[in-house]
T-cell receptor, first 112, second 112 residues
Framework: DTEVTQTPKHLVMGMTNKKSLKCEQHMGHRAMYWYKQKAKKPPELMFVYSYEKLSINESVPSRFSPECPNSSLLNLHLHALQPEDSALYLC???????????FGQGTRLTVV | DQQVKQNSPSLSVQEGRISILNCDYTNSMFDYFLWYKKYPAEGPTFLISISSIKDKNEDGRFTVFLNKSAKHLSLHIVPSQPGDSAVYFCAASPPGANNLFFGTGTRLTVIP
């Protein structure tokens, strides 16, 4: 199993809503990531979890709240988002640092 | 500050010919480099990687070359196939780090 599974694939939410993005991998990877990608731009790192502990937060606004319940799961809780937060949100995992990261299909988020 | 750059936003190549995608980086601490392929509305798919201790890595039709003194890497695809048409991102990682710095991408079109 070399998959990173993200749900949902598409999400439309209002600016007052609370929603969560989910990511799952069963490759035994101990590093998991959230990236954000806007159209025609490269993926930008948001958060890194290493061994279920938050190791990198790239100055992401607090309306984005990551959670790593166990080594296979990664969530991104969303609250009070802005329309400019609309983007493709990508989850990835890797065995450790300096190894290839495997990406999920992404969640296409639209904030209205 | 874009530490990884792909200066060609697009490239068109005839089927069967060689595709050469280029990437430059500014951070001399990067020691691990990767190429990803991305279709619209999907997550990036890992293609090939190279460690800074090597100058070439080959996997089937894909070869990555690294020139550390020039801080430059390239991806060669030969022979190019129409199914290779996608956006290609190069990425780099510092030693032992869990984050990837992505280039801006090059859209490759292989013409049948």
């Amino acid at each position: 199993d070399t998959e990173v599974t993200q749900t949902p694939k598409h999400l439309v939410m209002g600016m007052t809503n609370k929603k969560s993005l989910k990511c799952e991998q069963h490759m035994g990877h101990r590093a998991m990531y959230w990236y954000k990608q806007k159209a025609k731009k490269p993926p930008e790192l948001m958060f890194v979890y290493s061994y279920e502990k938050l190791s990198i937060n790239e100055s992401v606004p607090s309306r984005f709240s990551p959670e790593c319940p166990n080594s296979s799961l990664l969530n991104l809780h969303l609250h009070a988002l802005q329309p400019e937060d609309s983007a493709l949100y990508l989850c990835a995992s890797s065995l450790r640092g300096n190894t290839e990261a495997f990406f999920g299909q992404g969640t296409r988020l639209t904030v209205v | 500050d874009q530490q990884v750059k792909q200066n060609s936003p697009s490239l068109s190549v005839q089927e069967g010919r060689i595709s050469i995608l280029n990437c430059d980086y500014t951070n001399s601490m990067f020691d691990y480099f990767l190429w990803y392929k991305k279709y619209p509305a999907e997550g990036p798919t890992f293609l090939i990687s190279i460690s800074s201790i090597k100058d070439k890595n080959e996997d089937g039709r894909f070869t990555v070359f690294l020139n550390k003194s020039a801080k430059h890497l390239s991806l060669h695809i030969v022979p190019s196939q129409p199914g290779d048409s996608a956006v290609y991102f190069c990425a780099a990682s510092p030693p032992g780090a869990n984050n990837l710095f992505f280039g801006t991408g090059t859209r490759l079109t292989v013409i049948p």
